[in-house]
C-alpha cells in the first residue's frame, strides 16, 4: 500500500509565495510521475502541474511562470514552489503519485490535500 501526505498550505497575501511538499511512503518500487491538482469550492479538481522520473514536466497555463514542481526520487518527495500568488489559486491542493509496487503492481495514489488561501 502507499501512501501520500502533503504538507505547506496555508494563509499568505496576495504576491506572497507558498511552497508544498509531498512525500509518498510504503511499499514503492518506483514512481513514474507525481503531480500536483487543486480544487477550489464549486470548482472540479483541476491539474496544476506534474513531473514525471524522466524529467518531463507540465504546467497548467494559469500557473506557468509562478510555480515551479521539483521532485526528490531518493526521498520519494514531489515539490510545488508557488510564488507571486493570487486569490485565484486559493484551493485545497492535492498530490496524486503513480508508479509501481514493490510486488509489481501499478498504484496511484491521492493525498488528503491541504489548504491554500490567498487573501489579504
Known amino acids: 500500500q502507499v501512501q501520500v501526505v502533503e504538507s505547506g498550505g496555508g494563509l499568505v497575501q496576495p504576491g506572497g509565495s507558498l511552497r508544498l511538499s509531498c512525500a509518498a511512503s510504503?511499499?514503492?518500487?518506483?514512481?513514474?510521475?507525481m503531480g500536483w491538482y487543486r480544487q477550489a469550492p464549486g470548482k472540479q479538481r483541476e491539474l496544476v502541474a506534474t513531473?514525471?522520473?524522466?524529467?518531463?514536466?507540465n504546467y497548467a497555463d494559469s500557473v506557468k511562470g509562478r510555480f515551479t514542481i521539483s521532485r526528490d526520487n531518493a526521498k520519494k518527495t514531489a515539490y510545488l514552489q508557488m510564488n507571486n500568488l493570487k486569490p485565484e489559486d486559493t484551493a485545497v491542493y492535492y498530490c496524486?503519485?503513480?508508479?509501481?509496487?514493490?510486488?509489481?503492481?501499478?498504484?496511484?495514489?491521492w493525498g488528503q490535500g491541504t489548504q491554500v488561501t490567498v487573501s489579504s
Open positions: 513531473a514525471t522520473s524522466e524529467g518531463r514536466i
Open positions: 496524486n503519485a503513480e508508479g509501481i509496487e514493490t510486488m509489481g503492481l501499478s498504484f496511484g495514489s
Open positions: 510504503g511499499s514503492i518500487f518506483s514512481i513514474y510521475i
